[in-house]
C-alpha cells in the first residue's frame, strides 16, 4: 500500500468560506478515498474517486483526482462549524485491500 | 446497518500491566484492519485479517503485542506488557474489498 501525503497540515477558515486541501500520492492507483475524523472519533469515509475519473461531487464536497500529477484536492464548500475536523486521503493500488494513512489536514471552521 | 462496536471506550493502565481490546465488525466484511494512532499523527497499521487469516502483520510489535480473530467475525487486540509509547488510540475497521473502510470509534489508551 502506498501512503497520501495531504497539504496544509492546518487550514483556518471563517464559516461559510470554502476549504480545499490537497493530497499526493507516488505510484499508480486504483482508486482514492477521503476520509473525515473528528476529534476522538474515528474516521468516516466521506468520497471514493477512481483512476479512471476527474471529478466527483457529494453534497458540499467536490474531489477532483489528477492521475498525470498524482495529485487529488478535496474542496469543502460553504464550510460550517461541524465541518472542523481532520481530513485524510487514502490512495488505493491494484490488489491491495490496505490503507495507509498520512498526518492528515487539520481544518478549523471559526463560527 | 450497526457500525463497528469497540470496547472499551477508555482504558487507563501502569506501564507493564496488560490490556485488551475488543471489536465486533460489520455482518459480513470480511476483512478487519487494527489502526495504533497516536495524538497529531495518521492512523498506522498493526495488523489487518481476511477472514480468520492475518494478512499483514508487519507493523505489529510481536514482543508485545497479539491479535487473533476467531471465526472471522470479532477481534481481540492485546498488550502485555504496556509501555508509556503505546498510549494512542486504537481503531478498528472493516470493508468488503478496499472501496470503503467503516472505523469503529476506538479505544483511547493512556499508560502511566
Known amino acids: 500500500s502506498q501512503q497520501g501525503e495531504e497539504d496544509p497540515q492546518a487550514l483556518s477558515i471563517q464559516e461559510g468560506e470554502n476549504a480545499t486541501m490537497n493530497c499526493s500520492y507516488k505510484?499508480?492507483?486504483?482508486?482514492l478515498q477521503w476520509y473525515r475524523q473528528n476529534s476522538g472519533r474515528g474516521l468516516v469515509h466521506l468520497i471514493l474517486?477512481?483512476?479512471?475519473?476527474r471529478e466527483k461531487h457529494s453534497g458540499r464536497l467536490r474531489v477532483t483526482l489528477d492521475t498525470s500529477k498524482k495529485s487529488s484536492s478535496l474542496l469543502i464548500t460553504a464550510s460550517r462549524a461541524a465541518d472542523t475536523a481532520s481530513y485524510f486521503c487514502?490512495?488505493?493500488?491494484?490488489?491491495?485491500?490496505?490503507?495507509?494513512f498520512g498526518k492528515g489536514t487539520k481544518l478549523s471552521v471559526i463560527p | 446497518e450497526a457500525g463497528v462496536a469497540q470496547s472499551p471506550r477508555y482504558k487507563i493502565i501502569e506501564k507493564r500491566q496488560s490490556v485488551a481490546f475488543w471489536c465486533n465488525p460489520i455482518?459480513?466484511?470480511?476483512?478487519l484492519y487494527w489502526y495504533q494512532q497516536i495524538l497529531g499523527q495518521g492512523p498506522k497499521l498493526l495488523i489487518q485479517?481476511?477472514?480468520?487469516?492475518?494478512?499483514?502483520d508487519s507493523q505489529l510489535p510481536k514482543d508485545r503485542f497479539s491479535a487473533e480473530r476467531l471465526k472471522g467475525v470479532d477481534s481481540t487486540l492485546k498488550i502485555q506488557p504496556a509501555k508509556l509509547e503505546d498510549s494512542a488510540v486504537y481503531l478498528c475497521?472493516?470493508?468488503?474489498?478496499?472501496?470503503?473502510?467503516?472505523f469503529g470509534s476506538g479505544t483511547r489508551l493512556t499508560v502511566v
Open positions: 475497521a472493516s470493508s468488503v474489498g478496499s472501496e470503503g473502510y467503516t
Open positions: 505510484t499508480s492507483i486504483n482508486n
Open positions: 474517486i477512481r483512476s479512471n475519473e
Open positions: 487514502a490512495p488505493s493500488g491494484a490488489g491491495s485491500y490496505q490503507l495507509t
Open positions: 455482518s459480513g466484511h470480511a476483512t
Open positions: 485479517f481476511q477472514n480468520n487469516g492475518v494478512v499483514d
